[in-house]
């Protein structure tokens, strides 16, 4: 009950916080790397003066990394999914516009075939993520472990800032962690 509690208390802070911060951050889409149908990609929807997909709350986030990784769902109520791995690699523009995302918590320990390795607001990176700061972060996992990113693989990461109280721990004796 007690911990429910908690997990209750933290997923709607999470949301909150998220919300709030992330009024607008544009993900820009081109021709040869994002088809632009569907309209909305969950709950995200196309800007077409824009020409970009329109992020502005945590759920728009969640959308993305759903959209990106995949299929399925990614998010818990205590933990975040990153955008992006392998694969399926986040391969875009995503532009955070100055913005600030805020209270993002990934907990991995490596159990029931969770991934713990490339995590970080992008697990993966071959794409541009530009102007966006991540702070107040709680990331664990075993490595590659960041704060915009687990790793960037041929992506381009700029005027990106990781600040404020963000605490990356690796589970694994010479990994590769990053701030970044």
Excluded at 152 to 171: A, E, F, K, M, Y
């Amino acid at each position: 009950m007690y911990q429910s509690t908690i997990q209750q208390f933290i997923a709607k802070k999470l949301n909150q916080v998220l919300s709030a911060v992330l009024l607008t951050a544009a993900l820009l889409v081109g021709q040869t790397t994002w088809a632009q149908s569907p309209a909305t990609i969950g709950s995200i929807s196309y800007n077409s003066t824009l020409g970009a997909y329109e992020i502005a709350s945590a759920d728009n986030l969640h959308d993305l990394a759903v959209y990106v990784n995949g299929a399925g769902s990614y998010s818990t109520e205590d933990t975040y999914t990153p955008i992006g791995r392998g694969a399926k690699a986040f391969k875009g523009t995503f532009d955070g516009c100055g913005y600030t995302i805020s209270g993002i918590r990934i907990y991995r320990t490596g159990q029931t075939n969770e991934v713990v390795d490339f995590l970080g607001l992008f697990g993966q990176i071959k794409g541009t993520v530009r102007n966006v700061t991540v702070s107040d972060a709680r990331i664990t996992g075993r490595q590659l472990i960041g704060g915009i990113s687990g790793d960037n693989w041929q992506g381009t990461i700029s005027n990106c800032t990781v600040t404020n109280t963000v605490c990356i721990h690796s589970r694994q004796n010479n990994a590769h962690n990053n701030v970044g």
